[in-house]
C-alpha cells in the first residue's frame, strides 16, 4: 500500500513520526525550501507588506529566510519538536510567532484575530488523516485571512508509487545541482522508519480536479500550478484565492 484514497490506515502513525523521526533532517528540508522559494516567486510575489502564515512549517526554514523580508511571519505545526525547533530557529526575529496544533489540527483558532495574506501549505496534506481535512483546513484558512489573501498548497502527492516519486527527485536533484543531499535523503528514506510507514500506513493523494472542487465547495476560486515548485516533479500544487 502507498497512496490512500479516502484515509490512512492508522491515523496517529504519522503524527507520532514527525515528533520523532530522523529522515528528513535540515540539509534537505532547507534545500527544498529553496528550491520551493525561487520557483514560486512569481505565484506569491513576496512583499515587504506581507503577513505570511506556514501551516506545517516543520522546523521553519521558509519562515527563516522569509521573516527579515516581510511584516510577520507565522508558523503552526503539529509537531512539538518542529515547533520548538522553529520557535529557536526565529528568536532573533520579532516579527515571528510559531504555534503548537491541537488535536483537531484543521482549527487555526490559536490565531486570535490575526489575519494573513500569504498562506501557504508545503508537503503537509499527504500527512492528513483523510481527505476531507483539507476542506476543514479551506474553511479554517477563510477565518485567518486578510481580503485577497493567497492560499498555496503545495507539494501535494499524486497517484504515482515510492519508485517514481525517487526518480522523481532524482531528476531535480542532477538539474539543481543537489545530487550528494538527495541521495542521502533518500537513503534515509528508504531504509528508515519512513519506506515501511508509507507502504504499511499510506499517505493520502489527490488529484487537482479533488482539490479545485473542495476550493469551489468553499466558495473559493482556484488555479492548479502546472510548474515544478519543489524538488519532486511528480507533485502538484493549487493556488486558492481568498
Ligand atoms: C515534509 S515536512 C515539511 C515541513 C515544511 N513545510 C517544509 O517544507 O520544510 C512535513 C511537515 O508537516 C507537518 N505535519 C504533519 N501532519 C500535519 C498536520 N496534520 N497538520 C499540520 N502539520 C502537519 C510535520 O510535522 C512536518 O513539519
Not at 24 to 35: G, I, P
Not at 132 to 137: A, G, I, M, N, P
Not at 165 to 190: H, M, P
Amino acid at each position: 500500500m502507498t497512496n490512500i484514497p479516502g484515509k490512512v490506515s492508522d491515523p496517529s502513525v504519522w503524527a507520532r513520526f514527525w515528533s520523532d523521526q530522523s529522515t528528513f533532517d535540515d540539509e534537505f528540508l532547507r534545500h527544498n525550501v529553496n528550491v520551493f522559494l525561487e520557483n514560486s516567486r512569481e505565484v506569491m510575489e513576496f512583499s515587504a507588506q506581507d503577513r505570511v502564515l506556514d501551516i506545517g512549517c516543520g522546523p521553519g526554514h521558509l519562515l527563516e529566510i522569509l521573516a527579515p523580508k516581510v511584516d510577520k511571519v507565522c508558523g503552526v505545526d503539529v509537531s512539538s519538536k518542529y515547533v520548538q525547533q522553529c520557535r529557536s530557529r526565529l528568536i532573533r526575529h520579532h516579527n515571528a510567532q510559531v504555534e503548537q496544533l491541537g488535536e483537531d489540527y484543521t482549527d487555526l483558532s490559536i490565531l486570535g484575530d490575526e489575519r494573513f495574506n500569504k498562506i501557504i501549505c508545503l508537503s503537509v496534506i499527504q500527512y492528513y488523516q483523510e481527505k476531507d481535512d483539507v476542506r476543514r483546513l479551506m474553511a479554517a484558512v477563510k477565518r485567518v485571512a486578510a481580503p485577497g489573501a493567497r492560499f498555496l498548497i503545495a507539494d501535494i502527492l499524486v497517484d504515482t508509487g515510492l519508485l517514481e516519486d525517487i526518480y522523481s527527485v532524482l531528476r531535480s536533484a542532477f538539474r539543481d545541482r543537489a545530487l550528494l543531499k538527495t541521495v542521502r535523503f533518500l537513503w534515509r528514506a528508504q531504509f528508515g522508519n519512513y519506506a515501511r510507514l508509507r507502504r504499511k500506513t499510506g499517505l493520502l493523494s489527490f488529484s487537482g480536479e479533488e482539490l479545485s472542487k473542495m476550493a469551489q465547495d468553499e466558495n473559493l476560486k482556484s488555479e492548479l500550478i502546472v510548474k515544478r515548485l519543489t524538488v519532486n516533479h511528480n507533485r502538484s500544487h493549487i493556488l486558492i484565492w481568498i
